[in-house]
């Protein structure tokens, strides 16, 4: 992994398990689902799904579990995950709005790139406090390849009219945090809920146990 200049102008944010506590909502979901189908839906199964996209965890799924009815899996994943959110707002991570108003005091462009769809998207920002923060969301059905391809990432960038080495990327995930180096972006890894792929952490150029470490890092390289 080649050393980042750090010449910074914007940052880009992953939503679900960086700036929102969706991860453990996500594997109740399909908990849930897995009862409602007869499965047992293995933790290493669902620790592979983190970050991923819809069509990417069919595939994963499908291959993890031939056995399984796998769209009826995923149909009643997708209930369960919605329900559970709209019982109540997902929290926001530690430091998370913090990070956010001192970004938008130095007047640090920001983007949201996550792998869940548009429309949920909007919802999560909206329903959390943090959607006015961002001038541009990129969602996983607005780009062909997901992560780890850095395509959502150098997407988000170029929204933002710049080029992804010139943005740092906040991510929690194993592909996250690969697509974000691949892109081009100071990546900086917060791993939530499962611990990180070893080889895949090999991607960050920084690694911290929260946001508030990580935002002490950040913020600094913009102060100047």
């Not at 592979?48 to 009643?76: F, H, K, S, W, Y």
């Not at 997407?155 to 690969?178: K, L, Q, W």
Request: hydrophobic letters at 40%.
């Amino acid at each position: 992994m080649e050393k980042h200049s750090q010449n910074l102008r914007a940052v880009i944010f992953d939503m679900d398990g960086t700036l929102i506590d969706t991860e453990r909502i996500g594997a109740a979901s399909w908990d849930h689902a897995g009862e409602d189908v007869g499965v047992v839906v293995p933790e290493a199964v669902k620790r592979d799904m983190v970050g991923r996209n819809m069509p990417d965890i069919q595939n994963l799924v499908e291959r993890a579990m031939p056995e399984a009815d796998t769209q009826r899996l995923l149909d009643r994943a997708n209930h369960h995950y919605h329900r559970l959110i709209q019982e109540a707002p997902p929290p926001v991570k530690s430091g998370a709005r913090e990070l956010l108003e001192a970004l938008r005091k130095l007047n640090v462009p920001m983007a949201v790139a996550t792998s869940s769809r548009s429309f949920q998207a909007e919802d999560k920002l909206g329903r959390t406090g943090l959607r006015d923060f961002f001038q541009v969301i990129v969602a996983g059905d607005q780009v062909a390849r997901g992560k780890p391809d850095p395509e959502i990432f150098q997407t988000a960038a170029e929204a933002m009219g710049f080029h992804a080495r010139e943005c740092a990327v906040f991510e929690d995930s194993g592909p996250g945090i690969e697509a974000a180096e691949r892109s081009g972006a100071l990546s900086i890894f917060v791993p939530e809920f499962w611990p990180p792929d070893p080889a895949q952490a090999l991607f960050a150029h920084e690694t911290f146990p929260d946001l508030i470490q990580a935002g002490a890092f950040l913020l600094p390289l913009f102060d100047r």
